[in-house]
């Protein structure tokens, strides 16, 4: 899980300096420290980084969106946000790296008429936890639709994507 909140904190980096960063890879896709993909003999898994990866997927040919955090009580060292529209969608993606539930404010400026934001959570209780071949499925999103209200409650140690309809 640590592994996927820095891949999310990462990711969130190069989304907002988009418009200096072009590209960007993954050195070590399988069997490695940040791996996507873990396998042994005939087994194969996926790691809660490749979670992430597939929760950020939509920011790609996207236009990257200015995000603001807030300083109020010390969150800009707790979350890590970055967004992005695309084909009439807004997505917007979230670490909260602290041990705590933590509570963000959106504020999104423009015209958006939805009332219901589809989400990924990606979380578990135990930050040092991983995906195994005896429990492949222990950090694993999970996908809701949520009230598209002001502010949004974000699990201790998680990764949150929430996409919105613009239209």
Do not use: W
């Not at 960063?21 to 791996?35: E, T």
């Not at 071949?133 to 598209?148: A, C, G």
């Amino acid at each position: 899980m640590r592994d996927a909140l820095v891949a999310a904190t990462t990711l969130n980096i190069f989304n907002r300096h988009a418009d200096k960063i072009r590209m960007a890879n993954l050195a070590q896709v399988a069997n490695n420290i940040q791996s996507l993909f873990l396998t042994e003999g005939e087994k194969f898994i996926v790691t809660p980084t490749y979670h992430v990866f597939d929760m950020y997927k939509e920011h790609q040919g996207a236009l990257s969106l200015d995000t603001v955090v807030s300083d109020n009580d010390d969150i800009t060292t707790r979350i890590s946000v970055s967004a992005s529209e695309k084909n009439g969608k807004l997505l917007i993606t979230m670490a909260n790296y602290a041990f705590e539930d933590t509570e963000a404010e959106l504020d999104i400026l423009g015209a958006v008429t939805a009332k219901k934001a589809k989400t990924q959570i990606l979380r578990c209780d135990d930050i040092r936890a991983c995906n195994t071949f005896e429990d492949p499925d222990r950090i694993t999103p999970v996908s809701t639709e949520i009230d598209l209200a002001p502010t949004i409650k974000l699990p201790a140690a998680s990764v949150v994507s929430i996409s919105v309809e613009l239209k």
